[in-house]
């Protein structure tokens, strides 16, 4: 290996390191790591150039309100559940940030069960009420989510109808324009097929703890909310893929049939 290669190899490690350590900041709104340095501007630029390697759009655009609310409220759903998914929790950060490819997200639906049972609780009910919580948690979220990304979506259709109409127009501001709108799709399939996954990781996270510590009236409280998080999200999926972004007719909201719990990307 060439001197030159040996300290840009180096130089990988440290920042590497240090967007390990960056990660394990303290979680500030809809789990977002705190605003700093490693999270908002190295990861972010060492992502950028590594994802124009790979061939992927990135769009030197800056970011709208709106994109910026739609990618603080996708935490939520893309962070694993239990706070002490250390692991999870980096690799999440560095797909985030385009450090890896989207292929390198890969969830672990028994993550949140293994994790809990290290918890002390003092009782049956404090675990199930845990899961409840987390479960009830996620509910009203699911439709200001929406309202997020259908301003969004409006936007990136105005967008690319401004484009023809634009005097002078480069081909780097067409590039940039485009993959805008392809890095917010990007985010809000995210969020959606994350959301699907949380529900698979509640499940086996139920199914398990129904056989561990059967604790009648709470088994089904949180089943039923659970079912109720499934029809949201169900909803949503439909909603976030309307190409008209909710102009057209009206989505249904109606609960899905019964069907396993395993989603498959």
């Known amino acids: 290996m ?42 972010p630029d060492i992502g950028e150039r590594r994802a124009r390697n790979r061939g992927e759009p990135v769009s030197d655009f800056m970011l709208t309100d709106d994109e910026k609310e739609l990618r603080a409220r996708s935490y939520r759903f893309i962070m694993p559940i239990h706070l002490d998914a250390f692991r999870a929790r980096n690799e999440v950060e560095w797909v985030r940030t385009r450090i890896w490819p989207d292929s390198r997200w890969r ?11 290290k918890d002390d609780y003092k009782s049956n009910y404090g675990r199930w009420n845990s899961i409840l919580d987390e479960i009830t948690a996620d509910i009203p979220l699911i439709i200001p989510y929406y309202a997020v990304w259908q301003e969004v979506c409006i936007a990136d259709q105005q967008r690319l109808a401004a484009l023809p109409r634009t005097v002078a127009l480069t081909p780097a501001e067409t590039a940039d324009a485009e993959a805008r709108v392809w890095e917010n799709r990007r985010v809000a399939d995210w969020a959606v097929t994350a959301m699907k996954w949380r529900i698979e990781s509640y499940a086996y996270a139920i199914q398990r703890t129904e056989i561990e510590i059967p604790t009648g009236s709470a088994e089904y409280e949180t089943n039923l909310a659970l079912n109720s998080l499934k029809g949201e999200v169900e909803w949503l999926a439909r909603a976030v893929a309307d190409p008209t972004c909710g102009g057209g007719a009206v989505i249904s909201k109606s609960p899905p049939a019964d069907s396993p719990m395993v989603y498959k990307r």
Request: hydrophobic share 45%; glycine share 10%.
């Open 2 to 43: 060439s001197l030159g290669r040996d300290i840009r190899a180096t130089l990988s490690a440290v920042l590497l390191t240090a967007a390990l350590v960056g990660c394990a900041a303290q979680a500030g709104d809809f789990g977002r790591p705190v605003k700093g340095y490693v999270n908002d501007v190295l990861l």
């Open 107 to 117: 969830p672990d639906p028994t993550l949140y069960y293994r994790l809990m049972r």
